[in-house]
Nanobody
Framework: VQLVESGGGSVQRGGSLRLSCTPDGYYYCMGWFRQTSGEDREGVASIYTVDGSTYYAASVEGRFTISQDTSKNTLYLEMNSLNVSDTGVYYC?????????????WGQGTQVTVS
């Protein structure tokens, strides 16, 4: 079981980044979660792959977009208007439901730094 992430990096405030996640199989829910220094991991955006319904944290709504490309079996997180507070390690996760407590498969994480 594996989720392979790519993307991330360093960007100036107001900039954009795109994260990608390629799973090794099908998962009912996939999402992006982040952990900032000293804080618990939190949900950022998630998608139910069966119907494409999406969910966003209030702090990123309108700035981030989660999407899936079924032809490439890839999950994306397009991040725009990045703030310093968006800095953290972003994890791709998967599970039966789009709630943090039900996410049981994790990628290795990718660092996003906004300065």
């Amino acid at each position: 079981v594996q989720l392979v992430e790519s993307g991330g990096g360093s960007v100036q405030r107001g900039g954009s980044l795109r994260l990608s996640c390629t799973p090794d199989g099908y998962y009912y829910c996939m999402g992006w979660f982040r952990q900032t220094s000293g804080e618990d991991r939190e949900g950022v955006a998630s998608i139910y792959t069966v119907d494409g319904s999406t969910y966003y944290a209030a702090s990123v709504e309108g700035r981030f977009t989660i999407s899936q490309d079924t032809s490439k079996n890839t999950l994306y997180l397009e991040m725009n208007s990045l703030n310093v507070s968006d800095t953290g390690v972003y994890y791709c996760g998967a599970g039966p439901y789009c709630s943090l407590s039900y996410i049981n498969i994790w990628g290795q994480g990718t660092q996003v730094t906004v300065s």
